[in-house]
Structures are given as C-alpha cells and as structure tokens.
C-alpha cells in the first residue's frame, strides 16, 4: 500500500507544487528544475521507454506471423521495416562521400574513385551524423518510402473532411440548417467568386428565404406573398437610391459576412469552450496534486 | 448569505491581502514575482474554493447534482452493444506522451471503461502512441479487472503500443478498425490531424463513436463525426462523472463557482476598459492586474 498508493501520491503532490510554484517564486533553481531539469527527466524516461514499446510491438507482430492469424502478412511487412530502420540506423552509416557525391556503401564509392580516374579520397560521414546528411541511405528511407507514406495519410483527410461535411451540412433541424447556411456564407466568402456576388443579390435571396419561413410557420400564405413583395419593394427602392453598390449594404457583403461570423460568433463560441478547457485543466491538475484524484495508479 | 459564500468572501479577502503583503516585501526578501500576483490569487482563490468544496463534500451526506451529459452516459451504452455483438472495443487514448493531462484524463477514463468491460466481459483493444502511456494504461486496466474480481480476463497485451509517429499510429489504428470491425470506438485524449481519420474510419464500419478532447481544434471534427462528443471540460469531469465519488464531483461544482467569479470578472474588466476607453477613467484593470 505504502509503495503503490503513498509514496507515488506524494512525489506527484510535491513535484506538482514545486512546478507550480515556480511560476510564482523568482529562484533561479526552481525555476531551472520546472523549466529544464524536469522536462529533461522525462525526455530521459520516454527514451528508455521506447525500448518497451518496441519489445511489446515487435512480440505481437511475431506471435501473428507464426500462429499465421488472419492477415499475418501485414505483420510480416512490420517486422521487416522494423528491422530495416534498425539496421540503416544503427549498423550502416549509408553515406561516403567522394568529393561532393554520396555513395550508400564505400564499394560503390571507390568503384566511382576508380571510374573517373579521381584523385579524391573516399570520406565516410560521422556516425550519428549520418541520419540528418543528405543522400544518406537513412534520408533516403525517410524521403522516399516514410515522407510519402505519411503525406498518403495526410492526403486522406481531404476526403474525410468532404465527406463529414456532407453528413454536417445535411439540413436536418435548425442547428444543422444554420451549420449549413454558415458553411456556405464562409465558403463563398473566402474565395474570389464570393467577392463578385452582390450583397443586393444577396438581400433578395434573405428576404425570399424569410418569406418562405413565415409561411412554414404561420402557414399563412397571403401573409409571406405580402412579406415577399413587400421586402423586395424596398430593396429594389433603396438599390436605386444607393445606385447598386457591389458592396453595400455591408452586412449582406459575402467577404464581410464571413469576416463577421468568423470573428464574432465563432470567436465568442471558441473562447467560451476555450475558458471551459483551461478551468477543466486547472482543476484536474489540482486534483492530481491535493491526492483527490488517484484513478491514474489504477485506484 | 449562506455560509459558505462568507468563507468564499472572507477568503477572498485574505488571498488579495497576503498577495499584497508579499508584493510590499522588501527588496532584499522579495522572491515573489510581482507581475504575476493576479495569477496568484486567482490560483490561491481557486484551491480554496476546491478544497472546501471537497470538505463539504466529505461531511454531506447529500448527494450532489451533476447534470447528465449523454456522452458519458452512453459509455455503459457502448460496453453493451459491444457486448451483444460479441466484437471489442477500441479504446485511443490519444496521441500525445503522460506529461499532457489530457493523456492523463483519458488513461483515468479508461480505467472506467476497464470496469465495464470486465463486468461484461467484453474484449478491449487499446493501442497506444507512446510507451510511458502503454505502462500507465495497462497498470490502470489490470487494477480494474482486478477490482471487479475477473484479474483471468486481464490481458497485458489489450494495451500495446504502436508507434510515436502520428500517421504511422493513424494508419495502424484504421487498420485494427478495418480488420476487427469494433462495436465500438472511444477517443479520449490529446488529438491532432489525425482525429478525422480516426472518426470517419469509425463512421464507415458502423461503430458507435465516443470522443472526449480538450484539444479545441478536432473539437468540430469529433461533433461532426462522432455519435457523442465531450468538449473540453466534460472531458476533464469524465471522471468524476464516471465514479460518482463525491469528493471528485466537489470538484466539479468548484469549477463551476470559479466559473461565475470568472464571468462577474469578465463583466467588471469590460466596464473598466469601457470607462477607460471613453474617457471617464485613467483606470484600467486589465493594465493595473498585468493581464
């Protein structure tokens, strides 16, 4: 109990309030432990920790490959990039250099030396050097087989984002018709054709779509016509007077509207969940710390 | 005015003097960093209040309210239809190492979900990002089977790492989604680009979809996606939601008090600034507090 409850809930409670404090105290030592020392502690552990982690990931990966479970080849795929990322990282310098040009192996190297008759000499790069030098068999991996893999993944988003908006976007209820509405005003906004639409245009379709409102409501139809005609009577009326800026009204201005939602609604909702977040953090640390929250040893 | 409102005021008060007392300390004892006092009190402030709320807590023999938030609720929802279906549950504890207290506050939640699988002796799949948060998640998941008397079920390799790389870790977890068709999927942690990829995978095979974050920026992506979605601090009182302790909801319930002084704040700083800007006053609060 001592060794598994206590002890780890008094090294949190006073580490905690140590880095706490540190925001507060001006000491130069408490200061340099919050900001340097601990930080540096954990790049210390989660290095060490990594060998867990790959112990762990290549011990699954075997048992799949010999019990031949379902789509063990996958597995066999993982354990051979495993082994060749250990390999050229940590047996294989991968890069001699002759003259300007890199060589993967030195044979390679001395049979270009040879090749053009050059007075060079074959220079091998420093171990640890190597995984950061240009044209390196290491950087290779990582610009030809890992860059391309992940931008695939990254690229997939595209695809996601179109098809969780297509799902948003359907006008289900007032929340997801608005989601809707605001998605478009900002979408025409933001690119060049949405500058070319009027915002007289613009309060015709507002006041049709009113109009068309009031009638699903009050399923008066004589009253949306009244509505309807009347409305686009005095937008027509004050277009001539105002002589039909493009621009003008500026609330109804598709690159001013969007600047609007998204400067004022967006912002007011964002910072609203953003002050929920921070109090959520402070109070959980402070949990952490004062010992009130100890589901994180397992209790 | 109710009692504990006077201990809140009176506390309050004492906070505000002995941040001032230490602000007029003299130069040579001077260790208190000035420009940082409205922080401090507010800090001060906030673990006063915690702390007798946890008090009064202990003492009560009331319960206290905590609103119902459906996310949460359908956990037990999700364990169910994982059950009846005989399929697991994908539990993604983010992508982010321990030393983020969101991967905290998702390690604490899957504790509670380790409960409800083990009482319904439902498969768990947890692969994880970063090494530190594979032995944490796997101490949290074997103290829960334990604690529900079925340590038999309890299989180190349920939590199993992946890789630190956040494509590579994407790519490998929509694979386990593709391949073991889970029932359900939960995402409860430090999120980035790859929440979308996690959330419409999901989608596509059917899975009831829980997501919990307090990275602001997938919040959209887990709403849109996701059948239910705890935004921000919802996440942060999963836990307490989850083990109806009541010295954790105390917690809660001081969070929403600092919540209405923050708001009272919010309400004097744009009055100052207002009375600042027009001319009436050469005060500014936000200025005077450093903020």
């Not at chain 2, 905290?104 to 090494?131: F, I, K, S």
């Amino acid at each position: 109990m001592l060794l598994k409850r206590y002890i780890p809930v008094a090294i949190v409670a006073f580490f905690g309030a140590l880095t706490l404090s540190a925001w507060f105290i001006d000491n130069e030592t408490i200061e340099t432990f919050a900001n340097d020392d601990a930080t540096q502690f954990f790049d210390i552990i989660a290095a060490f920790a990594v060998f867990l982690g790959a112990l762990n990931l290549l011990k699954l990966q075997f048992i799949k490959v010999l019990k031949q479970q379902s789509e063990w080849q996958y597995s066999a795929i993982a354990i051979a990039s495993f082994f060749f990322a250990f390999i050229i990282g940590f047996f294989i310098r991968g890069a001699y250099f002759v003259g300007e040009d890199v060589y993967f192996s030195q044979q390679a190297a001395e049979e270009a030396v040879v090749a053009m008759n050059s007075s060079e000499t074959v220079r091998p790069v420093d171990w640890g050097a190597h995984v950061q030098t240009d044209g390196s068999l290491f950087q290779w991996m990582f610009k030809y087989i890992f860059s391309p893999l992940s931008a695939t993944m990254f690229a997939l988003l595209a695809f996601f984002v179109a098809s969780a908006s297509f799902r948003a976007f359907r006008a289900r209820n007032l929340e997801a018709s608005l989601l809707l509405v605001a998605g478009i005003i900002i979408m025409l906004g933001r690119v060049p054709v949405g500058s070319l639409i009027s915002s007289w245009l613009i309060m015709y379709i507002v006041a049709f779509s009113v109009g068309f409102g009031i009638n699903a409501y009050t399923r008066n139809r004589n009253m949306a016509l009244g509505w309807v005609l009347g409305s686009f009577g005095l937008i027509t009326g004050l277009g001539f007077t105002m002589g039909w800026p493009i621009d003008q009204p500026a609330i109804f201005y598709l690159p001013a509207l969007q600047e609007w939602i998204y400067l004022v609604p967006n912002l007011a909702g964002s910072r609203a969940i953003l002050i929920g977040i921070g109090l959520g953090i402070v109070a959980t640390s402070l949990r952490y710390i004062f010992g009130l929250e100890k589901s994180y040893l397992g209790e | 005015m109710n009692n504990k409102y006077q201990v809140y005021a009176g506390g309050i008060v004492g906070i505000l003097l002995f941040t001032l007392a230490l602000s007029a300390l003299p130069e040579s004892l001077n260790f208190f960093r000035e420009e940082k006092s409205a922080m401090f009190a507010f800090t001060l402030t906030v673990i006063m209040i915690m702390l007798y709320e946890v008090r009064l807590a202990k003492s009560s023999s009331e319960d206290i309210f905590l609103r119902t938030i459906p996310g949460l609720k359908a956990v037990e929802e999700a364990v169910g239809r994982s059950t009846e279906m005989g399929r697991p549950i994908l539990y993604v504890p983010g992508i982010m190492d321990m030393n983020e207290v969101e991967t905290v506050a998702g390690v604490v939640v899957l504790g509670h979900v380790a409960n409800m699988t083990a009482q319904y002796e439902t498969e768990l799949d947890v692969p994880v990002a970063r090494a530190i948060v594979m032995q944490s998640a796997r101490q949290v998941a074997k103290e829960a089977y334990m604690t529900q008397g079925r340590p038999e079920m309890y299989n180190e390799d349920m939590v199993h790492y992946v890789t630190d790389d956040q494509f590579a870790y994407a790519a490998a977890v929509n694979g386990i989604m593709q391949r073991d068709e889970p029932a359900a999927c939960l995402y409860m942690g430090k999120f980035f680009a790859e929440s979308l990829l996690f959330a419409e995978t999901g989608n596509s095979i059917g899975a009831i979809q829980i997501a919990g974050t307090g990275s602001q920026t997938q919040i959209p992506f887990f709403v849109t996606a996701c059948d239910y979605t705890l935004m921000g601090e919802e996440f942060f009182a999963a836990s307490a939601y989850l083990s109806k302790e009541p010295e954790l909801i105390a917690g809660i319930t001081a969070q929403d008090i600092i919540k209405v002084l923050l708001i009272g704040f919010i309400m004097l700083a744009i009055v100052s600034r207002a009375f600042f800007d027009l001319g009436l006053t050469d005060f500014n609060l936000i200025t005077w507090l450093n903020l």
